[in-house]
């Protein structure tokens, strides 16, 4: 359904559809607790191949506030192994916010050490062979947070 509204929020074909699915959108952004969007957003993020999806997902995750630590670790899980996937992650810029996304868990939990592996599991073999690019993209994002 989420992925129906993102959908019909980027259509600008139909003026009236764009501006409801997207009214929509952002009320059950704001009026879901984090922890709940976190969870409600890991299987979109699963199961689409949409492009404008895939961003909508991850930029929402990247604004959520109130996580867990589960949490993230599971939508880092799920990042890693998509990037494994070269088709899902095509486009640059999804790339490029795969690595944001990435800088922000390292900002947040390599500093208070519940992921002190961040650097290791950027640079396991699988990650370097299929999508160098996402540690390169990472390490960008961190330095221009510095």
């Given amino acids: 359904e989420v992925e129906q509204y993102v959908l019909l929020a980027s259509d600008a074909s139909n003026l009236q559809n764009q501006q409801q699915a997207n009214a929509l959108l952002n009320q059950w952004i704001s009026a879901t607790d984090d922890r709940v969007l976190a969870e409600a957003l890991v299987p979109i993020l699963r199961k689409s191949d949409k492009e404008v999806v895939l961003f909508f997902v991850l930029t929402a995750f990247q604004n959520l506030r109130d996580t867990t630590i589960e949490q993230r670790a599971h939508m880092r899980q799920e990042l890693l192994i998509l990037s494994l996937n070269q088709g899902c992650w095509s486009p640059t810029y999804l790339r490029t916010k795969v690595g944001v996304l990435l800088a922000s868990f390292i900002q947040t939990d390599f500093v208070t050490?519940?992921?002190?592996?961040?650097?290791?599991d950027l640079q396991s073999p699988q990650i370097l062979q299929h999508a160098p690019d996402i540690l390169l993209r990472t390490l960008v994002a961190l330095m221009d947070d510095f």
């Fill in 113 to 120: 050490g519940t992921w002190q592996s961040a650097f290791e």
